[in-house]
Structures are given as structure tokens and as C-alpha cells.
């Protein structure tokens, strides 16, 4: 079975200054890896996705993550944070069953932004 | 282009009723997946649907039941329903056959049992 890990339920950081959200992933298979965000009370919506072609994977509003095979790791990172960003956020494996496919989400990190 | 839609956006039920939701997916989509993400939690999967037939089932009891349609639309049942159920639900709309696709999630319906 494939799960992820998010090593921190919360995450602030100031305006300005760089944001590091950490995720381990554990898979069987070739995953795809996927960062989602959830502002609240509203949908889930796609940041960024690994499906084995760049490690170095770049998404939406200035975010990135770096997958990292040898540390079973899929951190998502912007250099410089907004106010904007705070929401919470889901480290994601597809874990692919012949064609079908079933999302297995981390538990979350909230990112709190301070002026 | 409408995404995925959900209704209703808000839902009260009684311990021991049974509540229907409805998911229409993106256009284009052929499979649906629904998943229960209850508070302060990430979202669980529960099954997903294809050619009107589940296809993947989580770990959930037989309460929770679904349904697809020939326009490739959806409906969540869960029966006798138990405070441990009040969760936000979402549904996601992909194609079938492309798993490093992503899912596109609906708003979700907030379902409260008391």
C-alpha cells in the first residue's frame, strides 16, 4: 500500500520568507506525486504534479517541489510567501490499481502567513 | 467549461436516515471518485466508478453505496447514518486510464449528522 507523510501539521512563517512544506512518500510502484491546496471553505485545487519525467517540478502561483527517489522525499518550497498562500495543504500518491487510480492524501499542513 | 459541481452544499440529517448526494463531473470526464475528509483531516477515499460500475472501493462499510449514470454523473447513498459521518464530501472527476492524471475536486457537500 502506498502512504504519504507530512512531518509538520503547521507550518507559519512571515511574509516574505521562503516556505518549506516537507512530504515523505512510501510506494510500491512508480508513484505520481501531487500537491493540492485547500482554501477554506472551498475545493481542493492542483498545485503541481510528478509523473516521472523532471525531478524538479514547477506548479501555480510560485510554488515547486523536488522529488527525491533516494530520500523517498516530494517537498513543495516558494521562495518568497504571500498572505495569499495561507491554507492547507496536501501531500498526494496516486497509487494506480491496473487503470484505475485511488488518491491517498497526507494528513495536511496548515500554513499560516504573519505580516 | 463548468467543472465538477455538487449538490447540495449543505445537508442536516438525523442519526439512523439515509442522505443521497449528487456529483456531476467535468466535462469531458468519464470516472468519478469520492472521498470523506472528515474535520481537521485529509480526504479518505471511498470508491470510485467507471462504465456505471465501481471499480475501486476504500475502506468503507456497506452503508455507503453509489451509483453512476450514462451522462457519467454520480450519487453517493449512505445509510443509516451515525454522528461518526458528518465529514465534508468530495467528489473528483478524471479519466479512466490515466493515473498520473490529476482529479479535479468539487466544492464538496458538508454533511452534519446530529
Redesign the interface.
Known sequence: AQSVTQLDSHVSVSEGTPVLLRCNYSSSYSP?L?W?VQHPN?????LL?Y??AATLVKGINGFEAEFKKSETSFHLTKPSAHMSDAAEY?CVV?D??G??????????TRLQVTL | DAGVTQSPTHLIKTRGQQVTLRCSPKSGHDTVSWYQQALGQGPQFIFQYYEEEERQRGNFPDRFSGHQFPNYSSELNVNALLLGDSALYLCASSWWGRQSDEQYFGPGTRLTVT
Open positions: 505520481s501531487f493540492y472551498k475545493g481542493l485545487q492542483l504534479k509523473t516521472s496536501f496516486s494506480p490499481d487503470t484505475a487510480s485511488k488518491l491517498t492524501f497526507g494528513t495536511g
